[in-house]
């Protein structure tokens, strides 16, 4: 089954608001007319959960299916990539930006009906930061000294440095009711649905809640299809048997959808092919390695192999949809005499083999083939070892036991982790480490912007990974479905305002 590491990032709160909202609206691709209350939306996925607890490896489709549908946080990030107050009915921030007072919503309850209390919000919050935790979002909650609860209302949050990305953090942290016993398995969050039921590889269903305290959901069901095969997929959209996908995985697919029974959006990603070195081992511990091995490959023509007109070459960690995004394709760009130079001066003129450990799932493996070919022609010579999702989280992320690696990385705002040498990736640079670590000190988006975008040059032209290039986001749906989101950001997928017309 095909199954992308979701990985937590760091970046810029939005400016607070002050009063709250029931629930953030994700884009609609059209309207529609006489759309049924009653309907169930039937969708489409390859990111089958590995479990309900997004605190324990649970992966994309854990977010995919809960996030913002079952579980909301005190913020939620909204399809257009603004952070808007969710169960923060109030915030207030000291003069030193230091503690942070949330009073929550009224009238809100978990789906097994038990009221929201300030025990939960910092159970929540509290369970992301612990030790035992899976979730490496955690480091993101690093600046937090304490949270108080004076009153079932009021969550106080004291930093011990300042953290202009706090409220964004917060979007990502799920407020579950502490009395839930297994999250692994079973649900009780705050949103628009419940959990119906969840049929391990096959489906998982989501029942509208309609005590929900906010806007009720505009269907009365959503049933996520799970495919480990993507014509499999196709097949199903063709024959009515699902409604919708939520990101087709060939443009080959598309032209089965050209007519007017169809929608297809192409909407912005956040979604990275990352050829992710371990910077602690030989060879490529040495910048002037990896830099020659990023000159060696065309990614231009590995783009249009894999996507065809799809997709965006990217240069950095940065997508263009990050406040610091600055275009940097042409750094250490495709030049392979250039690469033979680089090897020759790393004293490795004869070249080097390495071995990639490759998820097992497309097109992971079709990258590595074109990676083996394009590197043999400036002498280096690729082992590929397929290995399977479960594999790569252990040997890879947990362990950090490989030479180098694929993966996407789906989340936006990520570049931050180039500063933490102990991620798998192991890149070390401490004038890197201290612009991000400054960053998020700032007081002012462009001050953040300013050290980010330095940052971010740095890793760039040392080339810490090569970025292939940046996935599109390609959602079809049935024409008469309308209202469900259209960019991939942090693979969570909004059903609340999914419609459907007969």
């Known amino acids: 089954m095909k199954q992308r590491f979701l990985l937590p990032s760091l970046a810029i709160a939005t400016a607070i608001v002050l009063a709250g909202c029931s629930s953030t609206t994700p884009s609609s691709s059209g309207g529609g007319d006489a759309t049924d209350p009653d309907a169930t939306i039937n969708i489409g996925s390859i990111y089958e959960p590995q479990n309900l607890d997004n605190t324990a490896g649970g992966g994309q489709g854990v977010s995919e299916a809960l996030n913002g549908n079952v579980y909301e946080g005190l913020f939620s990030l909204g399809d257009d990539g603004k952070v808007t107050p969710q169960l923060a009915a109030t915030t207030k921030v000291s003069d030193d930006g230091l503690v942070y007072t949330f009073g929550l919503q009224d009238g809100v309850t978990f789906s097994s009906g038990d009221p929201l209390t300030a025990t939960d919000v910092k159970y929540s919050i509290d369970r992301v930061r612990s030790e035992e935790s899976k979730s490496s979002r955690k480091s993101t909650l690093d600046p937090i000294a304490s949270i108080a609860t004076p009153d079932d209302k009021t969550v106080v949050i004291t930093l011990k440095t300042k953290s202009i990305s706090l409220t964004y953090n917060l979007s990502y942290i799920w407020v579950v009711n502490d009395a839930l016993k297994d999250p692994l398995t079973a649900t009780d969050g705050t949103g628009p649905y419940s959990l119906g039921t969840w049929k391990r590889g096959s489906s998982l269903s989501l029942e509208r809640n309609d005590k929900y305290w906010g806007t009720k959901a505009t269907n009365k069901e959503v049933v996520f299809t799970y ?25 080959d697919a598309l032209a089965q959808f050209d007519n007017a029974d169809y929608t297809v959006n192409n909407g912005a990603s956040t979604t990275k092919e990352v050829l992710a070195y371990n910077d602690r081992v030989a060879p490529f511990n040495d910048i002037k390695v990896r830099q020659a091995v990023s000159a060696a490959i065309d990614n231009k023509k ?3 192999s894999i996507w065809g007109d799809y997709g965006t070459l990217i240069g950095s960690m940065v997508p263009p949809t990050d406040p610091w995004y600055v275009d940097l394709t042409s750094v250490n760009g495709y030049d392979p005499t250039r690469a033979k130079e680089l090897l020759t001066e790393a004293g490795l003129a004869d070249g080097f083999s390495f071995t990639l450990d ?25 082992k590929i070892n397929i290995i399977t999702a479960d594999e790569w989280y252990t040997k890879v992320y947990q362990e950090n036991n490989f030479e180098a690696t694929l993966q996407e990385h789906v989340n936006d705002r990520d570049v931050v982790f180039y500063a933490n040498p102990d991620f798998y990736w192991g890149y070390k640079n401490e004038k890197v480490s201290t612009l991000i670590a400054d960053s998020e000190k700032s007081d002012t988006l ?12 740095i890793i760039a032209d040392e080339a810490a990974s090569e970025w292939l290039y940046l996935y599109p986001q390609i959602v079809v749906s049935a024409s008469n479905v309308t209202g469900y989101p259209l960019n991939g950001i942090n693979s969570q997928f909004y059903a609340f305002t999914i419609t459907k017309t007969a």
Not at 366 to 373: P, T, Y
Not at 446 to 457: D, F, I, R, V
């Open 227 to 251: 495919f480990t095969d993507a014509t499999a997929e196709n097949n199903a959209l063709l024959t009515g048997a699902i409604d919708l996908i939520t990101s087709v995985q060939s443009p």
């Open 302 to 304: 590995l783009l249009s």
């Open 358 to 382: 490759t998820p097992d799932y497309d097109p992971h493996p079709v990258v590595a083939e074109f990676l083996k070919s394009e590197l043999a022609k400036v002498g280096i010579t690729v």
């Open 446 to 457: 462009e001050g953040q912007t300013a050290k980010l975008k330095e940052a971010n040059a």
